[in-house]
């Protein structure tokens, strides 16, 4: 294994251990839970596929670096392209890191991994979320594209299009009739703020969205 990829993974392990490990213990200290929910939905249902699909793209984002011995290897890129792409890798890595922090920071105590159909938390609109509606997501995926420029490989591309099909399916299915249901303000709120890129995803707001808590906006 080269050192980039030695340098890769190290980064991961680091963005695991602050994103979910100290996070967590942070909110415990704070509120005494986890916030860890876990998938929704029956098993195999769309919303159950969601939480599965990214945990599966996540983990084979966070292997892809040290991949190479069980026969997954690097694919070669011309010298001047790889340059460029081990850059805008690394930008995408620490832009990841430092957005998810951010982004947790700002939820406060309303952060949460997963969803309880149950639970009544906060709206946060301030902070990033003042021009995204779920930067953390949009932080992890740019960890995600990070990792497939720096280490291009079948394991790492694989991983961000799991990771993007789990997210799209987990926001759409599962947060946003959540977030419908649950406070009177997110309609409105989700119509002038994009999905995970500032103005795209934004939800319409006809009386079946608002109501029924089920409307999709153009693509995130």
């Not at 980064?11 to 929910?37: C, D």
């Not at 949460?112 to 992890?140: K, Q, Y």
């Amino acid at each position: 294994m080269n050192l980039s990829r030695w340098w890769v993974f190290a980064f991961l392990v680091v963005y695991a251990a602050v994103a979910f490990g100290w996070r967590s213990w942070l909110q415990y200290r704070r509120t005494g839970s986890t916030g860890f929910r876990g998938t929704t939905g029956r098993a195999f249902s769309t919303e159950w596929w969601g939480g599965v699909l990214l945990v599966v793209g996540l983990l084979g984002t966070f292997f892809a670096p040290v991949a190479a011995p069980v026969g997954v290897e690097t694919w070669a890129v011309p010298g001047a392209l790889s340059r460029v792409a081990s850059l805008s890798g690394g930008v995408a890595l620490a832009a990841g890191l430092v957005g998810t922090v951010v982004a947790q920071m700002a939820m406060g105590a309303s952060w949460r991994i997963g969803v309880d159909p149950a639970e009544h938390t906060a709206l946060i609109t301030h902070g990033p979320f003042r021009w995204v509606r779920n930067p953390i997501f949009t932080s992890m995926l740019l960890v995600a594209a990070g990792v497939a420029l720096m280490v291009p490989n079948a394991l790492s591309v694989l991983g961000f299009a799991v990771a993007l099909l789990g997210l799209e399916l987990q926001v759409r299915r599962v947060e946003e009739p959540y977030l419908l249901r649950a406070h009177p303000d997110y309609a409105a709120y989700a119509a002038r703020v994009g999905r995970f890129v500032p103005g795209l995803g934004r939800l319409s707001q006809g009386p079946d969205t608002r109501a029924a808590g089920t409307g999709v906006g153009s693509p995130g």
